[in-house]
């Protein structure tokens, strides 16, 4: 399967990913907010070209390069459908963007229901759909896929000259050039309209004919639109970049755990009905709301983060899924899991004090340590995903 080698940015993170380590998400932010749109410039987009096979892919990615089918360097044209692999581009007036030409979707080796997954879509940043026809289900399946990837494109109808030349055939009489393009326009804006996107942005172009429709305009959109879209394909690579930071946190929390899972068997030893459960009740609650100050999403850590990317605090919450155990659920869990497991062995004890001791010192052991370590993983996972929510409101700014 192809796959882009791994491309985490090559941008100075070292403040992001110190405020990650510190539990300061909000920091983590500010370190983002604080880059001028120029710093991002060295950020390098991928951009797939992509659409139904033969649709004028290859032509397009040579016209925006400036060079013509059999140039040096060109990508292959023709009507034959080879192309198997992904071939990626260089463009001079597109510092840092690789533009990617894709096998067309719908073809033998790539049908319309595996093509994302073959080509690996979700690795890319940023997508021109191209289609040489009306708006057709490849290019609905397109949008869907791109939109639930939360990424963005541009759709580009293809052989505009095609199409105005097969009118003017048609209909010598009433040949009008620019109404022609707009019904293609609307056309394509109302399929795509009809996928959910809300804003589309479509380009009748003609790749034989770059100075012509709307092609300049394409150029310019990119051009213009180029340092937001790097800002956010950017911040798209930061829960990666923090991935393992949260991760080695956790690691270096969970060597508390057995400490305090092993004082709990000690306690359970104690002659005194219920100390046990009470004391596992206690810890596990305060240990995960610890955790959940160290990895910078307690309730006030969530507010100043929700402030500083201007969305509800509930918004970020959403994410948590360890939230509703500690708020809760916690008395409850606890009481159905440690309760009811530690009670029944302290009245085995109170029977058969020896074994009773035993067994009530092994269950507060196990009972606490796999309670902490879920609730560890359940914190860190949530951060990543708080990160993540975060990351992508802050990212919505730079469209
Ligand atoms: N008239 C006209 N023909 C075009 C245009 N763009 C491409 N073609 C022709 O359409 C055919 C297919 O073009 P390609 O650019 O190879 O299309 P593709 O989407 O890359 O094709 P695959 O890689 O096979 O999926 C070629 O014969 C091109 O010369 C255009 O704007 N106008
Ligand atoms: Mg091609």
């Known amino acids: 399967m192809f796959l882009l080698c791994c491309r985490l940015s090559t941008m100075t993170l070292e403040g992001f990913k110190a405020a990650v380590h510190r539990g300061s998400l909000r920091e983590a932010i500010c370190d983002v907010q604080e880059r001028t749109p120029e710093s991002f410039n ?15 892919k290859s032509s397009l990615i040579n016209a925006m390069r400036g ?19 992904p071939m990626a581009y260089q463009t001079p007036n597109l510092p840092c963007v690789t533009l990617w030409d894709l096998p067309g979707v719908g073809s033998p080796s790539f049908p319309l229901n595996t ?67 707009q019904q293609v326009r609307e056309d394509c804006g109302m399929g795509l309209a009809a996928e959910g996107v809300s804003h589309p942005q479509v380009f009748v172009v003609s790749g034989w004919e770059p100075s012509r429709y709307d092609f300049p305009l394409l150029q310019q959109t990119l051009q213009r639109e180029l340092l937001s879209l790097k ?48 004391y596992t009740l206690a810890v596990v609650r305060e240990r995960l709301f610890r955790y959940y100050s160290s990895f910078g999403v307690d309730d006030r850590s969530l ?88 990351l992508e409101a802050e990212g919505k700014k730079s469209i």
């Open 42 to 56: 060295s950020h390098t987009l991928q951009i797939a070209v992509t659409g139904e096979a033969g649709s004028g």
């Open 67 to 85: 060079l013509r089918a059999g140039d040096a360097g060109a990508a292959e044209t023709g009507t034959l459908d080879t192309m198997l692999e």
């Open 115 to 181: 093509y994302c997954e073959q080509l690996s879509l979700s690795q890319f940043e940023f997508f021109i759909i191209v289609g040489c026809q009306r708006f057709c289900s490849s290019h609905a399946m397109l949008a869907r896929e791109i939109q639930r990837m939360g990424k963005r494109f541009y759709f580009v109808r293809s052989k505009a000259d095609v199409d105005l030349e097969a009118s003017r055939r048609q209909r010598p009489s009433s040949y009008a050039e620019e109404k022609i393009l």
């Open 231 to 278: 800002r956010d394909s950017f911040l798209r690579t930061l829960p990666a970049v923090a991935s393992p930071i949260i991760s080695q946190k956790k690691a270096a929390l969970k060597g508390e755990i057995l400490k305090t899972a092993l004082f709990a068997c000690l306690l359970a030893a104690v002659p005194v009905p219920g100390l046990t459960f009470l």
């Open 303 to 390: 507010a100043a983060l929700a402030q500083q990317v201007a969305k509800p605090v509930a918004e970020l919450r959403a994410v948590m899924t360890s939230w509703g155990m500690t708020r809760m659920m916690a008395p409850k869990l606890l009481l159905d899991l440690v309760g009811a497991g530690v009670m029944v062995t302290e009245y085995s004890r109170q029977r058969f004090p020896v074994f009773g001791a035993m067994v009530s010192a092994g269950a507060a052991l196990v009972t606490t340590y796999f309670m902490l370590r879920k609730g560890l993983a359940s914190v860190a996972d949530d951060t990543q995903r708080v990160l993540s929510k975060a």
